[in-house]
């Protein structure tokens, strides 16, 4: 195992485009592994939408070696937490454990996406579960607003479907659709070999190399992808079963020249706005909506990004007979970031910020998943110091920069619940788009 506390990230890139990333940490006993894929809902089409996620189940119910007992013992024998998830943009496998099982671990998750078989037994089943599960996010107004958000932001796009897909296309997907996406899209350019963690580097590059060298085609260099266009729409769902409603808000947070991939910097000044808002109970919309003026127990700000989108999210969970003062009150707030930003809270969000990744920099799985999303994004793996030095250098004119690019923008609004319709949404979004120019 490695003792070398001061070893940077190492990336080697092999020759069919397969990018292998290790990142030492020799101060932990433990290390996580993963296989992660540049692919998501926003590569479906609304005829494939949830194919993704569907696959990323599948691929845990048997190989060309291994039953999908046999790949839950393998892990649980060594005492491993083993999962997977799908998002917009990625596909991720990864498994979590003692350092020195790291090569076991990418021997297991190699066979996992390499060699899966989709038995169509399996198939039939878990689509069932997934059916449910996709049912159950339908009747949940929380997630209903977090879906219904994508929508008013993406519109039409691909980025405005849901990530778990339809039920109707849940209850129809074959093996034949799962193995031609694999086709498609598990290809050597996208994919990210990465181990976090207390491991020996050079034997985990060399074991990357065996595995992944000539088992994917390299499919060729992908094209930059054009960021997808801010719809900015307002929508509403009813929900009778609850009394409340739940709100959330976007804006988008990237700059003019979106079309490349958003620089760094501009990046950590957005998550700073975002934590500078609404991040923690001292921030000035936790604590106007809800300690001075108590129109919400649930007010906070956070932001959410991938490699060519940054937006800046508002959410809070209120009653109806508040929902237009609640508005109002966010587009002062904003409003006020826009015209100055208040140093004491700067320091506050740049020291919370700081902390976050500081602490992320400590989980082996935490570090991997940033540094993943990093490399993906940028090309390259910052040094957590150096990201750190980077947050404590932003000035108020960069933060309030954010606030002020952002506002020119109509907000795209998402409502939820008690009284929730796209009519009365629309209305709330002019309400809040006044107070915010006034």
């Not at 339908?138 to 691909?158: T, Y």
């Not at 990357?208 to 094209?223: K, N, S, W």
């Not at 750190?388 to 795209?412: N, T, Y």
């Amino acid at each position: 195992m490695t003792t070398d506390k001061t070893m940077e990230p190492v990336v080697k890139t092999l020759a069919n485009g397969v990018r292998l990333l290790a990142i030492p940490l020799a101060h932990v006993q433990s290390a996580s592994v993963g296989v992660f894929l540049r692919v998501g809902s926003r590569d479906e089409t609304p005829a494939s939408n949830g194919i993704s996620h569907v696959l990323e189940h599948m691929a845990f119910k048997g190989t060309t070696t291994r039953s999908v007992q046999e790949i839950n013992l393998d892990a649980e024998r060594l005492g491993a937490d083993v999962n997977a998830f799908t998002s917009k943009d990625t596909t991720g496998y990864f498994m979590t454990g003692l350092g020195r099982h790291a090569d076991r671990f990418l021997e297991m998750t190699a066979d996992i996406v390499l060699n899966s078989t989709f038995p169509p037994a399996e198939l039939q089943r878990e689509l069932q579960v997934i059916r449910q599960e996709a049912i159950e996010s339908l009747e949940d107004p929380q997630e209903g607003s977090s879906e219904l958000l994508d929508r008013a932001i993406w519109g039409e796009h691909p980025m405005g479907m849901p990530v778990i897909g339809t039920v109707e296309n849940i209850e129809r997907f074959t093996r034949d659709d799962l193995v031609a996406h694999v086709a498609s899209h598990y290809v050597a350019d996208k994919t990210i070999v990465v181990a976090a963690g207390n491991l020996d580097v050079e034997a985990f590059l060399a074991q990357g190399e065996r595995l992944f060298a000539g088992t994917l085609r390299a499919g060729g260099t992908p094209a930059p992808l054009a960021a997808p266009r801010y719809v900015g729409g307002a929508m509403g769902q009813r929900f009778s079963q609850v009394s409340q409603v739940f709100v959330n808000i976007a804006y988008p947070l990237a700059p003019a020249d979106a079309g490349q991939m958003l620089e760094q910097r501009w990046r950590l000044a957005a998550s700073v706005a975002a934590i500078l808002f609404g991040g923690g109970m001292s921030s000035p919309f936790t604590d106007t909506i809800r300690e001075r003026l108590g129109l919400a127990y649930s007010a906070e700000s956070t932001s959410e990004h991938g490699d060519t989108w940054f937006n800046f999210l508002v959410h809070a969970v209120t009653t109806p007979d508040k929902l237009e003062e609640l508005m109002a009150a966010t587009g002062d707030l904003l409003r006020e970031q826009a015209v100055r930003i208040d140093p004491v809270h700067l320091e506050r969000a740049k020291n919370q910020l700081a902390v976050s990744r500081v602490r992320s920099a400590e989980r082996t799985y935490a570090t991997m998943e940033r540094a993943v999303e990093e490399l993906f994004v940028h090309g390259t793996v910052t040094a957590p110091a150096d990201t750190i030095a980077m947050i404590e250098s932003i000035k108020q004119e960069e933060v309030r920069a954010v606030f002020e690019r952002m506002l020119r923008h109509p907000p795209a609004l998402a409502i939820t619940g008690k009284a929730a319709t796209t009519k009365a949404a629309r209305t709330l979004a002019a309400t809040l788009s006044g107070a915010a120019a006034r």
